[in-house]
């Protein structure tokens, strides 16, 4: 699938971090596609900045994974690594706010901690709508 890695559109945003509100939608909509990898049994094991991205053919403003090569059979531990790994990408590339810091304690301190209990701490985010623009749809 052809599409631009954040690592790409941080570099066309010349390599600044994205705003607060587009740091709720990347964690937002990357912790609902994780979430559908994993529900069909996969661990990604590969969450980084170039595998995480928008796709040129999906609907607007959705992030997607790419490269599935390192995906491995879903258990406990490789959920959490992407989850992990998801949080820090997220961070990277964006400004810290309110959400990805909750998220992230919540996370680090509650080992039951799932990615449904996530999506939900940034949907009751005041404000949020995930139909919102991303920084890089607001260029264009």
Same mark, same amino acid.
């Given at each position: 699938?052809?599409? $631009? ?6 570099? $066309? +945003? +010349?390599?600044?971090k994205f705003s607060k509100e587009t740091t709720s939608l990347?964690?937002? /909509? !990357? *912790?609902?596609?994780? &979430?559908?990898? /994993? &529900?069909? =049994?996969?661990? /990604? =094991? %590969? ?7 928008? !796709?040129?053919?999906?609907? &607007?403003? @959705? ?10 059979? *879903?258990?406990?531990?490789?959920? @959490? @690594? ?10 990277l590339v964006s400004v810290e706010n309110k959400s990805l810091?909750?998220? @992230? %304690?919540?996370?680090? +301190? +509650? ?6 209990? *996530? ?9 949020? %709508?995930?139909? !919102?623009?991303?920084d890089w749809e607001q260029l264009d």
């Amino acid at each position: 699938m052809e599409g $631009q890695s954040l690592c790409e559109l941080k570099s $066309q +945003n +010349n390599s600044k971090k994205f705003s607060k509100e587009t740091t709720s939608l990347i964690l937002f /909509h !990357s *912790l609902v596609a994780l &979430k559908a990898i /994993h &529900k069909a =049994g996969i661990a /990604h =094991g %590969d969450v980084t900045i170039m595998n995480l991205g928008v !796709s040129k053919s999906v609907g &607007k403003g @959705r992030i997607i994974f790419f490269d599935f090569g390192c995906s491995i059979p *879903l258990n406990p531990v490789s959920a @959490r @690594r992407d989850v992990s790994s998801l949080l820090m990408v997220t961070s990277l590339v964006s400004v810290e706010n309110k959400s990805l810091n909750d998220c @992230r %304690d919540e996370f680090e +301190n +509650n080992p039951g901690t799932t990615v449904e209990m *996530l999506i939900e701490m940034v949907s009751e985010e005041t404000m949020f %709508d995930p139909e !919102s623009p991303f920084d890089w749809e607001q260029l264009d």
